[in-house]
């Protein structure tokens, strides 16, 4: 990612939570539109993976709360 989307990221942060809906929203409308190549099962798994091992770090550091 380049800076240009790293300071879009970073002043959406920045947003109070309707206006990230609302930005968020749009965005979604607009990658409607876009095509995108085939996903890999390789990627699905890698992907997978990271999410669940995530969500895992967040239930633990719950847990210690």
């Given at each position: 990612?380049?800076?240009?989307?790293?300071?879009?990221?970073?002043?959406?942060?920045?947003?109070?939570?309707?206006?990230k809906?609302?930005?968020?929203?749009?965005?979604?409308?607009?990658?409607?539109?876009?095509?995108?190549?085939?996903?890999?099962?390789?990627?699905?798994?890698?992907?997978?993976?990271?999410?669940f091992?995530?969500?895992?770090?967040?239930?633990?550091?719950?847990?210690?709360?």
């Open positions: 990612m380049g800076t240009p989307a790293e300071n879009l990221i970073a002043t959406f942060e920045q947003l109070p939570d309707m206006e809906q609302e930005v968020a929203s749009a965005i979604l409308r607009r990658t409607l539109q876009i095509e995108f190549p085939p996903v890999s099962d390789e990627e699905l798994v890698l992907s997978a993976e990271a999410t091992l995530e969500l895992d770090r967040r239930e633990a550091e719950d847990a210690q709360s």
